[in-house]
T-cell receptor, first 114, second 115 residues
Framework: GAVVSQHPSRVICKSGTSVKIECRSL??????MFWYRQFPKQSLMLMAT?????????EQGVEKDKFLINHASLTLSTLTVTSAHPEDSSFYIC??????????FGPGTRLTVL | AQKVTQAQTEISVVEKEDVTLDCVYE???????LFWYKQPPSGELVFLIR??????QNEISGRYSWNFQKSTSSFNFTITASQVVDSAVYFC????????????FGEGTQLTVNP
């Protein structure tokens, strides 16, 4: 399967600050990546589809100005949580679509906002 | 709209027991893909299997087997002779074809295998 990395694996920040999470496709040039959010003991919810060289497509109810996505290269997509608040604390996980109709997931980033 | 239902929230078994995780899906598409992913306590989702809607053959991989039945819109997952390392949350998911489509996940089933 595809090798996908995320950085950082854990981050703790103060309320009001911004946090950037990186998702890298290590062995595949990905035109499409996905960002999911998972609250404790819940399922994964798709936040947005990240498209290389163009604007991300956000799911209904996800604030695009709060969750900034940049897919500047075929191996890197970033998610920036702007002005983070405690309710943004969650597990953020990205995935890479290898055009084989299967998404491979990164190890996730646990965000805690104090 | 697509929907995936995993009615079993938690299952607890004793090692070496067989266990079946249920998955029922809804979609209006005639072409779609079904998936199972495993999420151990570390959090990373591990891909287990993909099935397309035109392939109803059951599949076996070691201790894992999958039963896909379009007539009942089900895609059940059986672990034979369960082991403690099988303890994880298992997610069933659905996507439209072609590739690049969003995944719709079920709520997940927490499987605990006790020694």
């Amino acid at each position: 399967g595809a090798v996908v990395s995320q950085h950082p694996s854990r981050v703790i920040c103060k309320s009001g600050t911004s946090v950037k999470i990186e998702c890298r496709s290590l062995d595949f040039q990905a035109t499409t990546m996905f960002w999911y959010r998972q609250f404790p003991k819940q399922s994964l919810m798709l936040m947005a589809t990240s498209n290389e060289g163009s604007k991300a497509t956000y799911e209904q109810g996800v604030e695009k100005d709060k969750f900034l996505i940049n897919h500047a290269s075929l191996t890197l997509s970033t998610l920036t949580v702007t002005s983070a608040h405690p309710e943004d604390s969650s597990f953020y996980i990205c995935s890479v679509d290898r055009s084989t109709d299967t998404q491979y997931f990164g190890p996730g980033t646990r965000l805690t906002v104090l | 709209a697509q929907k995936v239902t995993q009615a079993q929230t938690e299952i607890s078994v004793v090692e070496k027991e067989d266990v079946t995780l249920d998955c029922v899906y809804e979609t209006r598409d005639t072409t779609y893909y079904l998936f199972w992913y495993k999420q151990p306590p570390s959090g990373e989702l591990v891909f287990l299997i993909r099935r397309n809607s035109f392939d109803e053959q059951n599949e076996i991989s070691g201790r894992y087997s999958w039963n896909f039945q379009k007539s009942t819109s089900s895609f059940n997952f059986t672990i034979t002779a369960s082991q403690v390392v099988d303890s994880a949350v298992y997610f069933c998911a659905l996507s439209e074809a072609p590739s690049g489509s969003r995944l719709t996940f079920g709520e997940g089933t927490q499987l605990t295998v006790n020694p």
